[in-house]
């Protein structure tokens, strides 16, 4: 039997390098790639070598407007496990980006952020 791997996610943000630039420096990731993209957009790949997050932009795109959580097809968060979340979270508050809920639940700690845009990541380990 074949198992399908998750290779990458693509989303819309306001500033895919400003993007990208925060997730290197809060979890230690590499550009991948980085180019014009379609529709006159731009991407940003930002990940490890297995995995990645694609980050799109293009001219005139507007702000989201409804709450994902209450949107078919919404992003609600993405979630990234680490092996010491304090020291994530020091990046986090060091980046000045707003924290959200913290919870300590099987399988382990974990703690929620906002990016710019509003995009919700949950950070969990599972080795604390």
């Given at each position: ?17 400003k ?13 991948r ?10 991407s ?85």
């Open positions: 039997m074949s198992i399908a791997i998750l290779e990458h996610t693509n989303f819309s943000v306001s500033d895919p390098k993007t990208a630039q925060h997730l290197v420096d809060i979890f230690g990731w590499h550009i790639w980085e180019g014009p993209s379609k529709s006159a957009g731009y940003v790949h930002v990940g490890t070598d297995s995995a990645y997050l694609a980050l799109y932009a293009q001219p005139g795109m507007g702000k989201l407007t409804q709450d994902t959580y209450k949107t078919i097809g919404g992003l609600n968060h993405l979630a990234v496990v680490v092996d010491d979340i304090s020291v994530i979270e020091k990046r986090v508050r060091a980046a000045g980006l707003r924290m959200g809920d913290h919870y300590d639940y099987e399988p382990g700690p974990r703690f929620y952020f906002f990016d710019d845009d509003g995009i919700e990541y949950e950070v969990c380990s599972y080795s604390s």
